[in-house]
């Protein structure tokens, strides 16, 4: 599989002279496994990679999946801009989970609401298929994806993604269960106890990826202003990659606070925290325009 990063960023897409490094758009990584192109999220990063893929083709027909995570402006906001969907010659597959009482569908739709955008999602040209689903496993080509729901408010998926004997893993916006549940407060050990739980079904899901693209997107120091936001702390997502014996964790959804020299630095803290391990597992952050071959 060829992985390629088109945004990186979380929350809000961040551009300016301190985030030239690792790139200022939001989430959106291509894989291409075989002769297939998945997409997973449609942050302000999928611009680019869409005037990509039409360069690319040469005015052949396109076939495309596009994986969303959830509906959080961060994974949704480039989908209006994303010109393959507005050619005639395009079969986009659009996959996600329904959200808290509307389609997936009704999510899109609104966002391209006359009064956000000033073109309907209906207006455009392409063959554009919408499949829900709520986890579980499903086959594109010889290509196997599974999907578990994360711990994020909303709806919230992560993928498994296994192709030639190789796995790469997307799971963006994720806080652990025993620290959500810890901070609530109400269940007490109980509760720290029910997430621990929880946690160790999201470490068999990831367990053995070749990539694990993880979000991190809080230092350790900044996470205890940040519990039940959803997202998860430099530490906790190196654990999950350790226990899960991934062979390289991909630093993702950076957060807009943090420039490149913070993000540089918090790849240094958890080389260090893999090396006292002494662990083989490879660390760096996701970089726009990277490309990675698994
Ligand atoms: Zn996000
Ligand atoms: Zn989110």
């Avoid at 063959?127 to 729901?149: L, N, P, V």
């Avoid at 943090?258 to 952050?285: K, N, W, Y």
């Amino acid at each position: 599989m060829r992985v390629r990063f088109w945004g990186t960023r979380g929350s809000i897409a961040t551009p300016g002279s301190f985030t030239l490094g690792y790139g200022g758009n939001t989430s959106c990584v291509e894989v291409r496994a075989g002769q297939d192109v998945l997409i997973f999220d449609a942050g302000t990063g999928i611009r680019e990679l869409g005037l990509s893929l039409v360069e690319e083709a040469r005015g052949a027909p396109l076939t495309l999946h596009l994986f969303i995570s959830h509906t959080h402006w961060d994974h949704i906001q480039g989908f209006p801009f994303f010109v393959p969907a507005y050619l005639p010659s395009t079969t986009l597959h659009v996959y996600g989970s329904p959200g808290q009482g509307r389609s997936l569908e009704k999510i899109l739709r609104g966002q391209m609401d006359s009064d956000y955008f000033p073109v309907a999602l209906g207006d455009l040209s392409s063959t554009m298929q919408m499949h829900e689903f709520r986890g579980g496993e499903f086959a594109i080509g010889d290509t196997t994806i599974s999907a578990m729901y994360l711990n994020h408010p909303g709806m919230n998926l992560g993928y498994r993604i296994v192709h030639g004997g190789k796995t790469v893993v997307y799971a963006t916006d994720n806080e652990p269960y025993r620290y959500t549940l810890d901070h609530l407060g109400r269940r007490a050990e109980a509760g720290r106890e029910f997430g621990g739980r929880l946690d160790e079904e999201f470490v068999r899901f990831v367990a053995g990826a070749d990539l694990y693209i993880g979000e991190a997107q809080y230092t350790d120091e900044e996470y205890p202003a940040k519990i039940g936001w959803g997202h998860s702390s430099l530490s906790a997502t190196v654990e999950v990659a350790l226990k899960a014996h991934v062979k390289s964790l991909a630093l993702f959804h950076h957060d807009p606070m943090h420039g490149d020299e913070t993000v540089s630095a918090m790849v240094a803290v958890a080389q260090r925290l893999i090396s006292s391990q002494l662990s083989p597992l490879r660390c760096f952050a996701a970089r726009e325009g990277q490309i990675l071959d698994v």
